[in-house]
């Protein structure tokens, strides 16, 4: 018979036996299935986006980086002619001249862009040389073109014959004064459904990519508002503003009136309410509601809309008008444009 002792010794020994067995155990099952992988995946603002989106996809879906398949997705929007509020095409300053602006973002934080750059057609890959090539985020004006050169980018002509007779028309009557969203002035009697936020007047592709390996990566670029000011930036080229990447959180960004996302740093501020737990849709909202709470006079005549996904590879969207809308590309579906929802 076993004594006291004895007896807690061997209940000691069995337990410890029985802990490593089950451990044993535990190592041998399989996990259990966890929910499919929501990336890769690409989304970008607007209708065009679709087209933008098919590009980047070529990357993704062969286990590609998303910087590589952000940079090829926005290649598609700055070539199109026809798209006057991106790259070759885009309605012009009020002296005539097409500048653009263009930032990217890695899965690292490193990030470049370019301001105010003439001449060459796709803006986002010189932003992309100022990021890997240079020590500084930012190059503006003729330093961008200089360097743009340099790098071995072709001088162009952007100004395209349907984009200069739209200048030389709204001459005839212009002003030379900053007033907000002139552009849209264009169309107030003549085609009313080009109002703010509609199909047909949106600036900026900003698109977000998650790749197979789980990281996160982002581009924006624009030709900027129509008939601005000689060298006027907006929201587009600004990291924080009109792009935001936070690797372990999500992105960002955005389209509409730059100088609102500016003011409240619009797209930084979307990944920080994600961070505090916000869903990607729930941080939009937020961040188009700061803005109306600021200037709710001004916000009922201009449109913004943010765009964000985050690390599960969920994605949302916001804007103070209707008629915001973003394409999603992923395994599923290549095509998908969902109508974001707005505070108007």
């Known amino acids: 018979m076993f004594n006291r002792r004895k007896f807690i010794k061997a209940s000691a020994l069995s337990a410890g036996l029985l802990a490593i067995d089950k451990t044993s155990m535990a190592d041998a099952i ?12 690409v989304i970008s603002t607007w209708d065009f986006g679709i087209a933008a989106n098919a590009d980047a996809w070529k990357v993704l879906s062969k286990g590609g980086r998303a910087l590589d398949a952000v940079e090829q997705g926005v290649w598609v929007p700055e070539a199109d002619e026809k798209n006057q509020s991106v790259g ?64 071995g980018f072709k001088k162009e002509n952007l100004l395209t014959p349907e984009s200069e007779k739209a200048w030389k028309e709204w001459l005839k009557t212009a002003k030379y004064e900053p007033v907000m969203n002139i552009e849209n002035k264009l169309y107030d009697k003549a085609a ?25 990566s982002g581009a924006c670029t624009t030709s900027g508002m129509a008939y601005k000011l000689h060298g006027r930036i907006g929201d587009s080229p600004i990291i924080g503003a009109g792009l935001y990447i936070d690797n372990e959180i999500g992105g960002a960004t955005s389209t509409g009136v730059g100088e609102e996302v500016v003011r409240n740093v619009g797209s930084f501020l979307v990944v920080e309410l994600m961070r505090q737990g916000y869903s990607p849709e729930a941080a939009c909202k ?4 700061r803005i109306i709470k600021k200037k709710p006079e001004t916000a009922k005549n201009i449109q913004v809309g ?27 579906k290549q095509d998908l444009l969902i109508n974001g929802k707005s505070y108007y």
């Open 306 to 332: 943010f765009l964000a996904i985050n690390k599960k590879g969920e994605y949302g969207a916001y804007a103070i008008q209707q008629g915001f809308s973003y394409a999603v590309c992923n395994a599923e």
């Open 192 to 216: 009313p459904q080009k109002l703010p936020g509609n199909q047909y007047n949106h600036d900026t592709i900003g698109m977000l990519a998650i790749d197979v390996k789980g990281n996160i």
């Open 88 to 151: 070759y095409g885009g309605l012009p300053d009020r002296d005539g001249k097409v500048t653009l602006d263009a930032c990217i973002m890695d899965e690292n934080g490193d990030c470049g862009a370019v301001l105010a750059l003439e001449h060459i057609k796709h803006p986002i890959s010189v932003a992309r040389k100022v990021m890997e090539k240079t020590p500084h985020v930012m190059l503006a004006g003729d330093g961008a073109l200089q360097f743009a050169l340099e790098q």
């Open 30 to 41: 399989p996990e259990k299935p966890t929910k499919a992988k929501n990336f890769p995946i």
């Open 286 to 289: 937020e961040a188009v509601m």
